[in-house]
């Protein structure tokens, strides 16, 4: 029986780096895979799905207005044996719905890959809904600088200050997150600190 699978974590957990080891995984038993990317993450280019530590790997992009259902009906039914999508927090409620309906109606198993909660420790829209309705519920874990385990998203200003307001979805990755335990969080903001991006000196 096919699952609805949610595997989160925070930036720098290595999802995308998963999501393309379970795709080189599947293609080597002779599986077919769709690997798909919500069009709100161009940081790799358009059609490109990129892990921090090198893997690639050509990927169809969906748009929001996109039916997934239907798109699966029209391009690939009876052509892929499993989907993996990343960054699928970007998804909308609706294409979660969708992803869900492809596992029940088509018994093909469904990986998402994402972010659970935003920089503010709110949940995104996509992530809300696979909290809801995914078969399995998987926390990818990385840690804290301070060796505790990292839950939140950090969205780090240009004088390494952590910022608590803004759009919800500002593209970003090592230049402009971190990943920190709760308790480093809340300390960053109440104490002002400066805060030392990974990557840089």
């Known amino acids: 029986m096919a699952k609805l699978y949610f595997k989160y ?62 798109l699966f009906q029209d391009t690939q039914e009876g052509r892929c044996d499993v989907i993996i999508v990343d960054e699928c927090q970007f998804l909308t409620e609706d294409q979660i719905d969708q992803l869900r309906a492809i596992v029940n109606d088509y018994n093909v198993p469904v990986m998402c890959f994402g972010l659970r909660t935003d920089f503010q420790t709110r949940l995104f829209p996509g992530s809300r809904r696979l909290m809801e309705v995914a078969d399995t519920i998987q926390e990818i874990k990385t840690i804290c600088d301070c060796g505790a385990k990292a ?44 805060i030392r991006l990974h990557g840089q000196r």
């Open 151 to 194: 839950t939140v998203n950090a969205r780090i200003d240009g004088d390494g200050h952590i910022i608590t307001e803004g759009a919800q979805v500002v593209l970003g990755g090592n230049d402009s997150y971190i990943a920190m335990c709760h308790k480093c969080y809340v300390r960053g903001i109440r104490e002002h600190k400066v």
């Open 9 to 70: 974590g925070a930036m720098g957990s290595s999802k995308t780096a998963q999501a393309l080891i379970a795709k080189y995984n599947y293609e080597e038993n002779d599986l077919r895979v769709w690997i798909l990317k919500p069009s709100a993450d161009a940081r790799d280019g358009e059609k490109i799905l990129r892990s921090r530590i090198g893997l690639e790997s050509p990927v169809e992009v969906i748009a929001p207005d996109v039916d997934m259902y239907r």
